[in-house]
């Protein structure tokens, strides 16, 4: 599919570096794995994932670049996908840092958007997830900074294991990511779920059975974070607006009639 791309003008495009020196003049496909992207923590601790994975603002300013002039304007989607996945293993890391990549990306679209003044920027999200908190206590606020110390995921974390990891190497790794030792019990738990993989924990984008939930809830007992599930919630969700039609936005909508509110912004006749 690559050639066909290719064939029809596409500039195909596999790594960051690849991307940044694209033409803006020619359409451009950007496909740089073949599964979600790595977490933005790994990548800011991985120098190959660095230089191989544009950041989500990166993206967006190209995409940008490369449909602005467009006589007729454009539509573009941006999407922190990730943040999803990582409510789902409860991620603390994942969840932060990528929602933190997409705070950037947001001030990419909006940043353009101030200087097009005919631009509207919509943030929004199709649902809650998992209802991550910060535990009531004394050491609540001194927990949940230390956040800031984690190296990696917990996704890369789990992944360093298998069934013939000893209990020092369990202690070691998390202890190197996450800046605190869990005790042998600890690490006999971790441990015990890697005996029958397939037995063990299920959940969305969890191919491999990890135990993100057991991980998840010994570090609380440090960062303060718990969560409430595994799964999507059905909390209202953000929505906000900047640019023009901005005052269209009600202070709560039902999520079908964002479509709508689109089309009328947009002055697209609604046949529907």
């Known amino acids: 599919m690559y050639q066909e791309f290719a064939t029809a003008g596409y500039q195909v495009v596999k790594t960051r570096n690849e991307m940044l020196v694209a033409s803006s003049e020619k359409p451009i496909l950007g496909v740089f794995c073949d599964d979600g992207f790595p977490y933005s923590k790994d990548c ?16 967006t300013q190209k995409a940008i670049d490369s449909m602005k002039n467009h006589p007729e304007g454009f539509v ?28 950037e990306a947001i001030k990419v679209a909006i940043d353009f958007a101030e200087l097009d003044k005919e631009t509207l920027v919509i943030l929004t999200t199709d649902h809650g ?37 000893s209990i020092s190497q369990i202690k070691e790794r998390i202890e190197y990511t996450n800046k ?5 019990e600890e690490a006999k738990l971790i441990l015990s779920y890697y005996s029958n993989l397939k037995a063990n924990e299920d959940g969305l984008y969890n191919s491999r059975h990890l135990p993100f939930e057991a991980l998840a809830q010994i570090q609380k007992q440090h960062n303060s974070v718990g969560w409430i599930s595994m799964s ?12 023009p039609g901005s005052d269209l936005l009600k202070p709560f909508i039902k999520n079908t009639d964002l479509h709508f509110l689109m089309l009328e912004v947009a002055e697209v006749e609604n046949n529907f």
Do not use: C, R
């Open 44 to 59: 800011d601790n991985n120098k190959e994932l660095a230089e191989n994975f544009p950041t989500l603002a990166e993206m």
């Open 76 to 103: 573009l989607q941006v999407e922190a996908g990730k943040v999803d996945w990582a409510a789902h293993g409860n991620d603390i890391a994942g969840l932060i840092y990528d929602q933190a990549a997409h705070d």
């Open 129 to 165: 997830n998992a209802n991550p908190g910060i535990i009531y206590g004394k050491n609540a606020n001194d927990n949940f900074d230390t956040i800031q110390n984690y190296k990696h995921t917990n996704e890369w974390i789990l992944n360093g294991f298998g069934k013939e990891t």
């Open 180 to 184: 605190f030792a869990v005790t042998d």
């Open 232 to 243: 999507h919630s059905a909390d209202y969700v953000e929505l906000a607006m900047f640019g």
